[in-house]
């Protein structure tokens, strides 16, 4: 039903299929869910993996959510060479981490469509490396969103094709840091209407 949890994973979850034949479609209440083992584990990770075929997520909620939950631990996601389709009525692709969490898209062919926030990247140290790749983001509030409490935040997309339409903010980004914070956006941006930066 649409309330399944559809696939969940403690721990890390690695899906690869031959980009030429294989395709799988999830759906459930969050498309693919990855969570850490918890805060029994001196240090735990969160992480996915997607690369090979074409995959189709459809989440009733969050299409995909990585998160850690423990001081030490961190969340990673990585999109290989693959081509995927989210839909969600709310998220489509959530990491969150108390210590660091990192987005990298490498030659994936995206398209997201989501009722709030396409990408959101929360974390102590944040990260969204997007290269080589073509991504198309048509979400109702923020199509990219980077957060990071303490010094670091990077948002680099070089070079790649990014379309961000139909969003209320394409790309914000914000650091909770006295002065040793940053963002940068690097290389070829694609957006509908002109970018905004919110910081």
Same mark, same amino acid.
């Given at each position: 039903?649409?309330?399944?949890?559809?696939?969940?994973?403690?721990?890390?979850?690695?899906?690869?299929?031959?980009? =030429?034949?294989?395709?799988?479609?999830?759906?459930?209440?969050?498309? @693919?869910?990855?969570?850490?083992?918890?805060?029994?584990?001196?240090?735990?990770? *969160?992480?996915?993996?997607?690369?090979?075929?074409? @995959?189709? @997520? =459809?989440?009733?909620?969050?299409? @995909?959510?990585?998160?850690?939950?423990?001081?030490?631990?961190?969340?990673?996601?990585?999109?290989?060479?693959?081509?995927?389709?989210?839909? *969600?009525?709310?998220?489509?692709?959530?990491?969150?981490?108390?210590?660091?969490?990192?987005?990298?898209?490498?030659?994936?062919?995206?398209?997201?469509?989501?009722?709030?926030?396409?990408? =959101?990247?929360?974390?102590?140290?944040?990260?969204? =490396?997007?290269?080589?790749?073509?991504?198309?983001?048509?979400?109702?509030?923020?199509?990219?969103?980077?957060?990071?409490?303490?010094?670091?935040?990077?948002?680099?997309?070089?070079?790649?094709?990014?379309?961000?339409?139909?969003?209320?903010?394409?790309?914000?980004? *914000?650091?909770?840091?006295?002065?040793?914070?940053?963002?940068?956006?690097?290389?070829?941006?694609?957006?509908?209407?002109?970018?905004?930066?919110?910081?």
């Amino acid at each position: 039903s649409e309330y399944a949890e559809g696939i969940v994973v403690y721990g890390k979850l690695d899906i690869y299929g031959d980009s =030429d034949k294989d395709t799988l479609d999830i759906s459930g209440y969050y498309g @693919i869910q990855v969570m850490s083992y918890g805060l029994v584990e001196l240090c735990s990770n *969160a992480a996915l993996e997607l690369g090979g075929g074409i @995959i189709n @997520i =459809d989440g009733a909620y969050v299409g @995909i959510s990585v998160s850690e939950d423990s001081y030490s631990g961190n969340a990673f996601v990585e999109f290989g060479d693959c081509e995927l389709t989210i839909n *969600a009525e709310d998220t489509a692709i959530s990491i969150a981490s108390e210590n660091m969490a990192s987005v990298y898209f490498d030659n994936t062919k995206l398209e997201i469509n989501a009722g709030s926030i396409g990408i =959101d990247v929360e974390s102590k140290l944040s990260s969204i =490396d997007i290269k080589g790749s073509d991504v198309k983001i048509d979400s109702y509030f923020v199509g990219i969103l980077a957060v990071s409490m303490d010094t670091m935040l990077s948002l680099e997309i070089m070079p790649a094709s990014v379309y961000v339409c139909d969003s209320r903010v394409e790309i914000s980004v *914000a650091y909770y840091s006295a002065d040793e914070g940053f963002a940068t956006i690097i290389g070829t941006l694609n957006l509908d209407p002109e970018i905004k930066i919110v910081r």
